[in-house]
């Protein structure tokens, strides 16, 4: 029998669609505008017999993750912006001993403590790492509820295939906004496979002990393991891009934006068409790794391209890289948890016409 369509909040739609991809522990710290998820785990983790802590600190939760992803466990953090900050070290220990995570940003606006209205700020610490050394994270970028979901479901598999965290870049809109969704099949956890990689022994898989430890004092081994990683990486890449277009093919101009910003531009496209202007969208899925041929392509074809985003401009460097000086890329951008109107994205449009 089909799932029914459920109305739920995005933060809450994350927490159920977490529950159904067999997430064993949750580790959490309060923080506007994620709170409904943190209280949503709390209800029915506890209530199928899963852990869940609220821990004193954003610093404490993420190494909680550490512990319960060693062990093989699904586990998940999630916060708002200056939150994924404090996480930050923890983040890079997972990723130097290749620990499997997921990690949702409700992003909010900054710098600082900021506000408590949603932003796309945190562009930069997603896609660079955020903390200290040479790694990465999968970013996937929902533009609503259910895809936030989806995601959500998918990014504990992606976690486990690539051996990384996931981190899911939503922001508080998406978090706090209610939509229609069709929530996945639940999975029992007991039925995942065992991890040969976890810490500790296993007499039934005939491995000995191991030892889960992101920290190597011999400098050519730490090289050779960043550039094992980086192998990795490099598959991802080939593998994961993701990406959305919507009348690109005769567009003039290319609205880029991910998230709230693209549900805005789509808007905005759809004005513009029907005054007669060619625009077209183009959506990235995954922030990282982020979609660069493809864009390149869309470059050599002559068409001009309007990054819009809920920040001073960070996705847009991205973009500029993409095109590699093939095309002009243009801005609009709203900051300090304002978000920009279809109205004003199809204005900006506009005046770069020359209309």
């Not at 295939?161 to 922001?171: G, S």
């Amino acid at each position: 029998m089909a799932e029914e369509i459920r109305l739920m909040k995005g933060n809450e739609a994350i927490g159920e669609a977490a529950v159904r991809a067999g997430c064993r522990a949750y580790f959490g710290y309060p923080i506007t505008p994620q709170n409904e998820l943190t209280a949503y785990m709390a209800r029915h983790m506890l209530a199928r017999g899963r852990t869940f802590i609220q821990a004193e600190s954003e610093v404490a939760a993420i190494n909680m993750v550490y512990g319960a992803a060693s062990t093989g466990a699904r586990a998940m953090t999630s916060s708002s912006s200056p939150g994924v900050s404090l996480k930050q070290e923890g983040i890079s220990y997972l990723c130097g001993a290749d620990l499997p995570a997921v990690v949702i940003n409700v992003a909010r606006a900054g710098p600082g403590l900021g506000g408590i209205s949603p932003a796309q700020g945190d562009y930069f610490q997603a896609t660079r790492g955020g903390g200290h050394g040479d790694y990465y994270t999968i970013v996937l970028a929902p533009k609503g509820v259910q895809e936030a979901a989806d995601l959500t479901y998918e990014a504990f598999g992606l976690a486990e295939k690539w051996r990384m965290p996931v981190l899911i870049l939503a922001d508080g809109l998406i978090g706090q906004m209610m939509e229609g969704v069709v929530l996945p099949e639940p999975i029992d956890p007991v039925n995942l496979q065992r991890k040969s990689w976890a810490v500790g022994h296993s007499v039934e898989m005939a491995r000995p002990y191991n030892h889960i430890s992101s920290i190597n004092l011999i400098p050519d081994e730490l090289e050779a393991m960043n550039r094992k990683r980086f192998e990795r990486y490099a598959q991802i890449k080939k593998e994961l891009i993701r990406y959305e277009e919507i009348e690109v093919e005769d567009a003039d101009i290319v609205f880029v934006a991910y998230g709230t910003s693209a549900r805005v531009s789509h808007g905005a496209l759809q004005i513009a068409r029907a005054k007669g202007m060619k625009v077209g969208l183009f959506r990235p899925i995954t922030l990282w790794p982020f979609p660069y041929e493809q864009l390149y392509r869309l470059a050599e074809r002559g068409k001009r391209f309007l990054c819009v985003e809920m920040s001073m401009g960070q996705m847009i460097e991205d973009v500029r890289l993409a095109v590699s000086g093939k095309a002009p890329v243009y801005f609009y951008g709203r900051c300090g948890g304002n978000i920009p109107s279809q109205e004003e994205v199809f204005a900006e449009a506009l005046r770069l016409s020359g209309k």
